[in-house]
Antibody, heavy 122, light 105 residues
Framework: QVQLQESGPGLVKPSQTLSLTCSVS??????????WSWIRQPPGKGLEWIGY???????LYNPSLKSRVIMSVDTSKNHFSLELSFVTAADTAVYYC??????????????WGQGTLVTVSS | DIQMTQSPSSLSASIGDRVTITCRAS??????LNWYQQKPGKAPKLLIY???SLQSGVPSRFSGSGSGTDFTLTISSLQPEDFATYYC????????FGQGTKVDI
């Protein structure tokens, strides 16, 4: 059973960089048939896909966030990371790390972390 | 970018009701359409993928249909545990979610 767990600061100051890590257990992050995504949800609002990457090198970011997002992976620790720069209060949200079955005929998000709330405030 | 529009935004229903939620894509997405259920304080859960395939472990009262631009999620007989928010999501080009449909009493 694949499990994902987000970790990182719960409070970030405006204009600084939000950094989160997702630890994956029960499966290797190096498998080329999966993408690894970040999705966020502002309090009381809907879901917003931030972007994905794969071990094979495929990367795609939401155009609305692309200029501020960097995703990376550490295969030795079986975890992947998100950096979102120049944050504002609008970036306050629950952030989820998610597995994307990119290798499937119809990709979907099948495993989700529990989510971590990040608040942007001075 | 492909936009996903759900209707209604919310609905009230009773136990045993048949509930239908629709999702429309701004362009054709074939059957690259998934449905998720989210309960308060929890991560979303995959219900239906590829428009009509039931995810393992999901009760058979959930079903999906559609292709192209118009899709439907149906709950055949609403149960107490089904009160939640439902989201559609396309994976045809990049990834986009609908705005959600809240199902309550």
């Amino acid at each position: 059973q694949v499990q994902l767990q987000e970790s990182g600061p719960g409070l970030v100051k405006p204009s600084q960089t939000l950094s989160l890590t997702c630890s994956v257990s029960g499966g290797s992050i190096s498998r080329g048939d999966y993408y690894w995504s970040w999705i966020r949800q502002p309090p009381g609002k809907g879901l917003e896909w931030i972007g994905y990457f794969s071990f094979s090198g495929s990367t795609l970011y939401n155009p609305s966030l692309k200029s501020r997002v960097i995703m990376s992976v550490d295969t030795s620790k079986n975890h992947f990371s998100l950096e979102l720069s120049f944050v504002t209060a609008a970036d306050t949200a629950v952030y989820y790390c998610v597995r994307d079955t990119s290798g499937a005929a119809r990709p979907r998000f099948d495993y989700w972390g529990q989510g971590t709330l990040v608040t942007v405030s001075s | 970018d492909i936009q996903m529009t759900q209707s209604p935004s919310s609905l009230s229903a009773s136990i045993g009701d048949r509930v239908t939620i629709t999702c429309r894509a701004s362009q054709s997405i074939s059957t690259y359409l998934n449905w998720y259920q989210q309960k308060p304080g929890k991560a979303p859960k995959l219900l239906i993928y590829a428009a009509s395939s039931l995810q393992s472990g999901v009760p058979s009262r959930f079903s999906g249909s559609g292709s192209g631009t118009d899709f439907t999620l149906t709950i055949s007989s609403l149960q107490p545990e089904d009160f939640a928010t439902y989201y559609c999501q396309q994976s045809y080009s990049s990834r986009t979610f609908g705005q959600g449909t809240k199902v309550d009493i």
